[in-house]
Nanobody, 117 residues
């Protein structure tokens, strides 16, 4: 079963940029849709960016034009380039398939992003 490890989070000022990485234990090229989710306190985990196996992308309105999802050719690592960051982007970011692996029971440890104003 695929295991996912997120990294790249940190503390950044408003308007700054971060690049998140998601390292998979095996190729994720066969997974129809992979994405980045954001978890903020008191809110449900939301899908903010996704990419299909053929490379099509989709973004939540809140991040459109600021975030870019991509993956390497080996389809083992996925990225989320975040720019023009806002305080509301603060949260724990997870990568996972859409729908999530193992009926939502599997999640990596996530990576914390904090945007300070």
């Amino acid at each position: 079963q695929v295991r996912l490890v997120e990294s790249g989070g940190g503390l950044v000022q408003v308007g700054g940029s971060l690049r998140l990485s998601c390292a998979a234990s095996t190729s994720i090229g066969h997974i129809k849709v992979m994405g980045w989710y954001r978890q903020t306190p008191g809110k449900q985990r939301e899908l903010v960016a996704s990419m299909t196996s053929d490379g099509s992308t989709n973004y939540a309105d809140s991040v459109k034009g600021r975030f870019t999802i991509s993956r390497d050719n080996a389809k083992i690592t996925m990225y989320l380039q975040m720019s023009s960051l806002k305080p509301e982007d603060t949260g724990v970011y997870y990568c996972n398939s859409d729908p999530p692996l193992d009926f939502g029971r599997y999640w990596g440890q996530g990576t914390q992003v904090t945007v300070s104003s």
